[in-house]
Each structure stands twice: as structure tokens, then as C-alpha cells.
């Protein structure tokens, strides 16, 4: 009847040994799944956006080398929110534009200007795609650290529980070693999708980023053929 009674009152749901644990321990587990649940708003943010950034480059590609003159798209361009290889695009044509009305001279010059333009364009759109990713690297590395913190704490308490109680019953221990346990498995979990969604998004961020480079050097060598034809006839009448 006594073992009956003990296996009676040790509750070993989850939600009971969350209760059960102490001030540390559930102070752990409430942080864990705190960063469990912002990686999850992490990674469907980046999903979401890394397919819009998809689709834009997509389509800015299908329009850009459609044969539309440069002038017509940077005129469509121009007054809207842009991202991406729109935005490359727009703050180059604007170096090219302005240094055309102050009277540029220097082939060079205009193209380290606009070469210049197109990298502080392209390293603000890189920064904007890896925003958040250190979060997912951080909860990746300290979550399981964390986890086991909580369980080494909530281990010295059940030890410190079975000494005071005189008892190494399984019904006695169970629980205390269940409910330090937990906070591993919780940092496990918060853990291991951080993890995956770090590599992941990197990985579709580096992509996205190459695409862009790739552009900036195809644009770029557009524009120095088109300088060349603008400043070759007058440099020749000078």
C-alpha cells in the first residue's frame, strides 16, 4: 500500500515538474522557451522574406534585361521603395545622373563613384538579410549550456531533497531527476531548430547576396562601356 501511495503522488507530467521545480530551474526553462518560441518568429520572418527577396531579383532580372532603356527604368524606379537589385540599380543611375550634370570628366572617377555607390547598396541589402541570424547562432550554442545549467541545479536540489527525506525510493528520486532533466531536453529543443535555421538562412543569405555581386559586375561594365562612348567625343574635342 505504501508504494501505491508514493507512485500515487509522483506526478511526472511535464507540466508538473515544471511546477514542482525550483526558482532557478523554472527560471531557466521560462528563458529557453522564451528563445524557443523567437526562433520560431525568426525563422518565419526570414522564410517570408528571403522568398520575397527571391521574387524581386526575379523579376527585377526579367524587366532589367527585357531591353528597356535604363533611363525609362530608373525614371519607374526611381520615386519608389526599392530593395534589393532595384536599389543597386537606382543608386547607381543616380551617381551616373548627378556626376553628368555637374560635368564629370574623368571616366575613372565616375566609375570608382558609382562602383562605390553600388557596394554601400549592396552591403546595407547583405546587412539587412543576415538581421536577426546572430540570434539564431547565439540560442544554438548557449541553448544546451543553459539547459544544462538548469539541470545541474535542479540535480543538487533533488540530492539535497533525498538527504533531507532519508529515502532513495524510486518514487523519491524519480521526480527531482525527471524535472532537472526537463531543462536539458527544453534547451535541446530550443537549440537544435537555431541551429538548423542559422546554416540554413546563411546559406540562402550568401545566395542572394552572390546574385547581387553578380549584378553589380555585369551593371558596372554596362555603365563604363556607356561612359567611354559619353566622354571618348568630348575629351577628343578638347
Known amino acids: 500500500m505504501e508504494q501505491v501511495g508514493l507512485a500515487a503522488t509522483a506526478d511526472v507530467s511535464l507540466w508538473s515538474l515544471f511546477m514542482q521545480a525550483g526558482f532557478v530551474v523554472k527560471l531557466v526553462m521560462i528563458g529557453l522557451i522564451a528563445a524557443s518560441i ?5 525563422v518565419v520572418d526570414k522564410t517570408l522574406a528571403f522568398g520575397k527577396a527571391r521574387r524581386q531579383l526575379d523579376s527585377f532580372e526579367q524587366v532589367f534585361w527585357s531591353g528597356q532603356s535604363l533611363e525609362e527604368l530608373y525614371r519607374t524606379l526611381a520615386d519608389r521603395q526599392t530593395s534589393g537589385m532595384s536599389a543597386m540599380f537606382v543608386a547607381a543611375m543616380r551617381e551616373w545622373k548627378k556626376s553628368f550634370e555637374r560635368g564629370a570628366r574623368s571616366p575613372i572617377g565616375l566609375q570608382m563613384r558609382i562602383d562605390r555607390a553600388m557596394d554601400v547598396t549592396l552591403a546595407r541589402e547583405s546587412e539587412a538579410l543576415e538581421a536577426r541570424l546572430g ?7 548557449a541553448g544546451p549550456f543553459i539547459g544544462l545549467f538548469g539541470t545541474v541545479v535542479g540535480i543538487m536540489t533533488s540530492f539535497q531533497a533525498i538527504a533531507g527525506s532519508k529515502s532513495t525510493n524510486l518514487a523519491v528520486v524519480a521526480p527531482g531527476i525527471a524535472e532537472a532533466l526537463l531543462a536539458t531536453a527544453i534547451g535541446l529543443l530550443a537549440a537544435i531548430p537555431a ?21 553589380a559586375d555585369e551593371f558596372s561594365a554596362i555603365l563604363s562601356r556607356q561612359i567611354d562612348e559619353k566622354l571618348q567625343p568630348r575629351q577628343a574635342a578638347q
Request: net charge positive; proline share 0%; glycine share 10%.
Open 135 to 141: 540570434s539564431l547562432a547565439t540560442i544554438g550554442s
Open 195 to 215: 541551429v538548423i535555421a542559422y546554416n540554413k538562412f546563411t546559406a540562402d543569405a550568401g545566395k542572394i547576396t552572390a546574385r547581387m555581386e553578380g549584378f
Open 38 to 42: 523567437w526562433t520560431w518568429a525568426i
